[in-house]
């Protein structure tokens, strides 16, 4: 399609447009002159679309989702940024979270646990079975691995309170636990 041919289909969604788009950008940049500048550039993405501008099906909605990702790259490259000091202080060694030093315990509760209790969390919580996979082996339904599942977990959760002395805080995450001797 020559330049010629695609100018009636641009310029006929343009000006049906033109005055709602403006007022769009204008609203959300609460700056008239940036609006006007942005709709000029969605302008020239349509000019560059050529004859495939005739055709989109939707000449409106091609126009806002241009201005809209128009509008979001300017925001992005107006965004103001912090600049940061070369010099960044040393890092202190943080204490080990209480959840990964609770390793230690984890083998030994394990071992007290039921030979079934022990597989659904080995397979599942451990190596990353799916309960899916998990039902599937076992033979049993969804359902039922899943209830299986969470009952070995609490009592997991049960053991590790005990034995290691395991204490949660008032989100329910591992806050603190004593080492048990071996």
């Known amino acids: 399609m020559s330049a010629a041919e695609q100018w009636p289909c641009l310029m006929r969604a343009w000006h049906a447009h033109e005055r709602e788009l403006l007022g769009w950008l204008a609203y959300r ?10 709709l000029q550039d969605v302008f020239i993405k349509a000019l560059r679309m050529g004859g495939r501008f005739c055709d989109v099906t939707n000449a409106r909605a091609w126009l806002f989702e241009v201005a809209r990702n128009t509008l979001t790259d300017h925001w992005r490259k107006h965004r103001p940024t912090d600049v940061l000091d070369d010099t960044l202080p ?5 204490e080990p979270a209480a959840v990964d030093s609770l390793a230690s315990c ?22 990353g079975m ?14 039922g691995a ?24 008032s989100h329910g995450s591992v806050c603190c636990f004593t080492p048990r001797s071996p």
């Open 29 to 38: 940049l609460d700056d008239p002159a940036t609006a006007r500048d942005l």
């Open 130 to 143: 799916s309960q899916e996979d998990y039902a599937r082996l076992l033979g049993i339904t969804l359902p």
């Open 106 to 127: 984890l083998p030994r509760v394990l071992a007290e646990l039921s030979e079934a209790d022990r597989d659904a969390i080995t397979r599942c919580d451990l190596n």
């Open 146 to 169: 899943k209830s299986r599942i969470q009952r070995a977990r609490r009592r997991l959760k049960a053991q590790l309170m005990t034995s290691c002395q395991v204490s949660l805080d």
């Open 90 to 94: 040393d890092a202190e060694p943080e």
